[in-house]
């Protein structure tokens, strides 16, 4: 027994730094492949989004009135007049503008004060602490969106230090949009009118930067998503709505396209180069659905051109709730319309409307605003493709933009890897610092440049 002791001595040890191993590999393992940390400058940006970080405005319950001062208090700090508008006690928005020399093209400037809900089991650093570690900043909020929030602040800074501009600059930061909006900006449309006068143009949240070892790959503007109707069905027993849910399964993924829109067939055509799985099917997808291969395309991609139903399951007072998701320029009435005539003939009825969007038709990118974004976008970050995005499972507050003629484009002004984008509403949410400096730069040109562009910019 002597004789083994050293060697079990050996193993115990490895044992031990084994352990210290798989314990410091499962704190570091959670950054992005291939990435090494760098050594970076916390600098005063970086620390401003630390403090907006560290306010929770979790919604529910929806408290951003600290989040709306802190704004509005960066406003006046820069000589611009900032006003806090409460939708409801302790709902706040905040409301600034930067008056240019002509009307009618005005650029507004839209992000979400609230954040959903975070408590610190399973983070890396507690989700209100906006902790630095792994070259990366740590907290709810810190993606989603008060970093563009910040982003959008520095540039409309950058804008009234060069003097007045020619277009209107809007800043708007609104409460509720995790839950809807309806404290936020459907508030606002329909008791602050004067906010959205002489816009023309909108930037918010919604985009993608693709990366790849660190290195941007794709960077898409988001021009629209698909639109939701939550409803109830009501049948006399729940065998009678088990009987209307298996009529209606065949809508949960249809195998052909209803529509396939003009902005679509281009979002398509524009991240093909990026997927190789599925490259020729979606730079061509007429030719696609000709040959009879559409049905091969991942779910997220079909979507885009199918109105589609998410069921949930019968319970036993014959109800169910049934979630309709619409392309973005259908009319809601008509598919609640749809579904009726499918329903009836079983004894079902719809029993209540919890929410109905649309129609919002997509955004063109074919507009001076959106190759402003492009040559910014390529003067940031070099020869990336340059492309659309459409959201096929999300949507956010420009949908009711979109509705009143507002073209709006949602982007990350700064790359954002999978792994990074993964703790969007879940756990361990962080930017990468050196790329959120990145975003501040990008949208520092690309505001004044739409500001003082002279000549029509519709």
């Known amino acids: 027994m002597r004789r083994w002791v050293p ?41 401003l989004l630390q403090t907006y970080v560290r306010i929770d405005t979790s919604n529910p319950p929806g408290r951003e009135m600290a989040g709306a001062r802190f704004l509005a208090s960066l406003l006046q700090k820069h000589g611009l007049k900032a006003e ?14 930067l008056r240019g020399k002509r009307r009618g093209e005005g650029l507004l400037l839209l992000n979400h004060i609230d954040v959903v809900p975070a408590t610190s089991a399973g983070w890396f650093r507690p989700p209100f602490d906006a902790a630095i570690a792994l070259n990366q900043l740590w907290g709810r909020g810190s993606l989603d969106m008060k970093s563009i929030a910040l982003c959008e602040l520095e540039g409309l800074f950058e804008t009234a230090r060069r003097g007045q501009p020619e277009r209107d600059i809007v800043f708007l930061a609104v409460a509720d949009e995790e839950e809807g909006g309806v404290f936020g900006t459907q508030w606002l ?11 023309r143009y909108a930037l918010n949240e919604g985009g993608i930067t693709e990366t790849r070892q660190e290195k941007l790959s794709y960077f898409g503007v988001e021009i629209g998503t698909k639109m939701s109707v939550a409803l109830q069905l009501r049948a006399p027993s729940r065998d ?22 003009p902005e679509v067939r281009e979002y398509l055509h524009d991240i093909a180069p990026q997927r190789v799985e599925h490259r020729d099917l979606l730079a061509d ?21 199918q109105n589609v139903v998410f069921l949930g399951s019968a319970r036993s007072d014959g109800t169910m709730n049934v979630n309709l998701y619409n392309l973005p320029d259908e009319d809601p009435d008509r598919r ?15 029993d209540a409307v919890f929410s109905k969007n649309g129609p919002a038709p997509l955004t063109s990118r074919h507009t001076p605003f959106f190759k402003l974004i492009e040559r910014e976008a390529h003067t940031e970050y ?8 459409i959201l ?7 949908r009711f933009l979109r509705a009143r003629g507002i073209l709006c484009y949602g982007m990350w002004p700064f790359p954002v890897d999978f792994y990074q984008s993964q703790g969007i509403h879940s756990t361990n949410e962080r930017i990468r610092i050196d790329w959120y400096m990145q975003g501040i730069a990008l949208m520092k040109r690309l505001i004044p440049a739409y500001a003082f562009q002279h000549g029509p910019m519709t």
């Open 285 to 305: 997808i007429d030719g696609a659905v000709a040959a009879g291969k559409f049905w091969l395309l991942a779910p997220g991609y079909k979507e885009l051109t």
């Open 336 to 350: 609640i319309a749809w579904l009726r005539s499918r329903i009836a003939p079983l004894g079902a009825t719809v």
């Open 392 to 398: 096929a499972a999300s949507s956010n507050d420009s």
């Open 7 to 47: 060697v079990l001595v050996a193993i115990g040890v490895a044992l031990i730094g084994g352990l210290w191993i798989y314990n410091r590999r499962a704190d570091t393992d959670i950054r992005s492949q291939l990435y090494v940390p760098k050594n970076s400058r916390i600098t005063p940006e970086i620390a």
């Open 240 to 261: 009678q709505m088990q009987r209307v849910r298996l009529t209606l399964e065949p809508y949960l993924s249809p195998r052909d396209p209803d529509r396939i829109l």
């Open 84 to 97: 806090i508008i409460e939708s409801a006690p302790g709902r706040a928005n905040v409301y600034a503008r």
């Open 189 to 199: 449309l329909q008791h602050r009118p004067d906010i959205f006068e002489g816009v």
């Open 382 to 389: 070099g020869s990336v493709p340059v492309g659309t995005e």
